[in-house]
């Protein structure tokens, strides 16, 4: 079955540094992965996603994750961050089941960045 | 637009009324989706429609009844729900069948039973 694991809990980052939110995918066959970011109280954003095509995906608020096939991989990725990305981040992936696609998130990374 | 939009944002309710939540789109898209997520935990899904009809339901108790009058909306009715119900509401569409794109979500329903 397909699913996604991040291990990170929690991602403590002081303001301007760089951060990486790790995220591994079990598949047997075509994967379509996707990184959501939710802060209190509210929906899911979608960051950006990885369909087919170029395995370097960039997405919104300056955010960027690879896909690796070969580690099963997609690893969320940013240069330099804000006060203003402390959110959850999800990690996801789609399944085709039952005639529909339906969205299997990961446990979530905590992402809290410290002035 | 690119919006899902549910209502009301907050619900409390007591473990003896009937409610329901709303969730609207108008993105064209044919799946829709309800997600029920607690404090600190992921969204975990609770029934998909596809073309108006009920496509999965992952073992969800009978107080939770969900129907789709048509494409563009999607209601969850609740009836004799219990405090461990609580938890915040999300309403999801996608393009559906044959398209595999991402899931757009809504602010969700923070609903509280006592």
């Known amino acids: 079955a397909q699913s996604v694991t991040q291990l990170d809990s929690q991602v403590p980052v002081f303001e301007e540094a760089p951060v990486e939110l790790r995220c591994n995918y079990s598949s047997s066959v075509s994967v379509y992965l996707f990184w959501y970011v939710q802060y209190p109280n509210q929906g899911l954003q979608l960051l950006l996603k990885?369909?087919?095509?170029?395995?370097l995906v960039k997405g919104i608020n300056g955010f960027e994750a690879e896909f690796n096939k070969s580690q099963t991989s997609f690893h969320l990725r940013k240069p330099s961050v804000h006060i203003s990305d402390t959110a959850e981040y999800f990690c996801?992936?789609?399944?085709?089941?039952?005639?529909?696609?339906?969205?299997?998130f990961g446990t979530g990374t905590r992402l809290k960045v410290l002035a | 637009d690119t919006e899902v939009t549910q209502t009301p944002k907050h619900l409390v309710m007591g473990m003896t009324n009937k409610k329901s939540l709303k969730c609207e789109q108008h993105m064209g898209h044919r799946a829709m989706y309800w997600y029920k997520q607690k404090a600190k935990k992921p969204p975990e899904l609770m029934f998909v429609?596809?073309?108006?009809?009920?496509?999965i339901n992952e073992s969800v108790p009978s107080r939770f009844s969900p129907e789709c009058p048509n494409s563009s909306l999607l209601n969850l009715h609740l009836h004799a729900l219990q405090p461990e119900d609580s938890a915040l509401y999300l309403c999801a569409s996608s393009q559906g069948q044959g398209h595999n794109t991402e899931a757009f979500f809504g602010q969700g329903t923070r609903l509280t039973v006592v």
């Open positions: 990885y369909l087919s095509g170029s395995t």
């Open positions: 429609y596809s073309y108006e009809k009920l496509s």
């Open positions: 996801a992936v789609s399944v085709w089941t039952s005639g529909t696609y339906k969205y299997i």
